[in-house]
Structures are given as structure tokens and as C-alpha cells.
Nanobody, 119 residues
Framework: QVQLVESGGGLVQAGGSLRLSCAAS????????MGWFRQASGKEREFVAS????????TYADSVKDRFTISRDNAKNTVYLQMNSLKPDDTAVYYCAARPFGVVQYPYWGQGTQVTVSS
């Protein structure tokens, strides 16, 4: 079992920055992919970014490319999402998720952290 705990959400003005953290514990795996997703009120959950624990390769949604950066600290079993140039449209609950190698879906999810961007 994998436990994921997000932190770092909050209220920020448009144009500001926030850094989200996701601490993983339990049965972690070096070949896993870690992802950030978000869900705005009344909308479906959407992919934001992902990173491979081992290789560090990253993928981003077009809507956040060049503004958000995903990174990991393997020694701390922690994944980060640095969010810059935030927009009101970025307002959502942000979730961290883990997907073992060879698994298509993300079976492990954190509880989410609220990010609110005011205009």
C-alpha cells in the first residue's frame, strides 16, 4: 500500500506562485510514475503533470506547460509541483497520484490540496 500526502495549497493572487509537495510512504517503487491532477468545481478531474521516479522524465498538460514544473527528491520520497504565473483558471483541488510500472491507471491517490487563485 502506498500513502500520499499533499501539502502547499492555499490562496494566491493571479501571477503568483505556489509549490505543492507530495510525500509518499509505504510501499514505494523506484520505477513508478508520479502524477499531479486537478479538479475544479463542477468539472472533471484532469491531468496536470507526471514524472518517472527513476528516469526523471516529465510530461505536462498543454495548459500548464512553461508555467508549472514537476520534480522529485528520491531521498525524501517527495514529488513537487512548482506553479508559476498562476491564473484564476488554475483554481482547483490538486491531487497527487502514483502508478506502478506497467500499470495503466493510477491506483494510489492523495487526499488533495486546495489551490485558489484570485483575480
Amino acid at each position: 500500500q502506498v500513502q500520499l500526502v499533499e501539502s502547499g495549497g492555499g490562496l494566491v493572487q493571479a501571477g503568483g506562485s505556489l509549490r505543492l509537495s507530495c510525500a509518499a510512504s509505504g510501499r514505494t517503487f523506484s520505477s513508478a510514475t508520479m502524477g499531479w491532477f486537478r479538479q475544479a468545481s463542477g468539472k472533471e478531474r484532469e491531468f496536470v503533470a507526471s514524472i518517472n521516479w527513476n528516469s526523471g522524465s516529465t510530461t505536462y498538460a498543454d495548459s500548464v506547460k512553461d508555467r508549472f514544473t514537476i520534480s522529485r527528491d528520491n531521498a525524501k520520497n517527495t514529488v513537487y509541483l512548482q506553479m508559476n504565473s498562476l491564473k484564476p483558471d488554475d483554481t482547483a483541488v490538486y491531487y497527487c497520484a502514483a502508478r506502478p510500472f506497467g500499470v495503466v491507471q493510477y491506483p494510489y491517490w492523495g487526499q488533495g490540496t486546495q489551490v485558489t487563485v484570485s483575480s
